[in-house]
């Protein structure tokens, strides 16, 4: 959550979560128009990088017969590229091609694909071109949900600082970014019985990201995937990361889930930290201020 001002915030339904957007220190007129901005941004994620709507990019992604050219929104290609990056750095723990894991879980519905996921198939298999052309050279489903999120909160703040906003706050359901100086008081959402024990972030201009396979231990499976070993990761574990770009953030919270101390030098080269809680509820900073 972010820190209590006077301010002016609407929230939508947006992304599988609810979405909400904060102004200072802006007229009202100025602010609504912003915020709206801001949701068209974070609407037109949605709409592309979506793996449930029939008409995303990923869909057609879907769609297509392997080394099928599929040109996409320059967006989606963005984010692919970053996630390919995310996955050469971490050694493939992070993988947007785990979604069949997901679908057989029942955690996402199965797509309209002209083929079943070859054993085998990872990001390798993905190839884009500099005029957001992609190939996937081999059936493979992707899932952009470890990453997709934090990019629409970036794209959210950079339609604030269009409208000439200079303090904000856009929050997506645990993935947030401010805007300003501050300072901003994050609150990290580790237990829910106990909310008067949630750690306190004082931040200026940061995104934060937090992840936790809690709430899926009672089903034996998590949200989470380790791409590497295409195994669930992060039941007993809540994950934070402070980044300069939400979309870094919210994709290193499962490389730290999955790498542990071994994330370090990810989280470098990102200038980023993680805090990383375990079972027991210790916390371990790993990363650029640890």
Request: proline share 3%.
């Amino acid at each position: 959550m972010c820190s209590p001002t006077q301010t002016i915030e609407r929230a939508r339904p947006l992304l599988g979560t609810t979405v909400s957007v904060r102004v200072e220190g802006a007229d009202e007129t100025r602010a609504h128009r912003a915020i709206d901005a801001a949701f068209a941004a974070v609407e037109r994620v949605h709409s592309l990088m979506s793996f449930h709507d029939a008409g995303s990019d990923l869909s057609r992604l879907h769609a297509a017969q392997s080394g099928e050219r599929v040109i996409v929104d320059a967006q989606t290609a963005e984010v692919l590229h970053e996630a390919l990056r995310l996955s050469e750095l971490s050694d493939g723990t992070f993988d947007v091609t785990v979604a069949e894991q997901l679908v057989a879980w029942g955690l996402l519905p199965t797509p309209r694909s002209s083929q079943l996921p070859a054993t085998g198939a990872s990001w390798r298999d993905i190839d884009i071109d500099a005029d957001n052309g992609v190939r996937l050279q081999r059936p493979l489903w992707i899932d952009l949900g470890g990453i997709a999120k934090g990019y629409a909160v970036d794209r959210a703040i950079d339609a604030l600082r269009a409208h000439g906003i200079e303090h904000a706050c856009v929050n997506a359901g645990g993935d947030l970014r401010t805007l300003g100086e501050g300072p901003h008081l994050i609150a990290i959402a580790t237990d829910e019985s106990a909310p008067s024990h949630h750690p306190i972030l004082e931040l200026g201009e940061a995104s934060v990201a937090t992840s936790s396979g809690r709430a899926f231990s009672g089903a034996g499976v998590g949200p989470h995937i380790d791409g590497q070993h295409r195994a669930g990761i992060g039941l007993s574990q809540s994950v934070t990361v402070v980044a300069e770009h939400c979309m870094h953030a919210d994709a290193l919270t499962k490389i730290v889930m999955a790498m542990g101390m071994r994330s370090a030098d990810v989280l470098q080269h990102f200038d980023a930290v993680a805090y990383l809680q375990d079972a027991s509820g210790h916390w371990t900073s790993i990363g650029a201020s640890a």
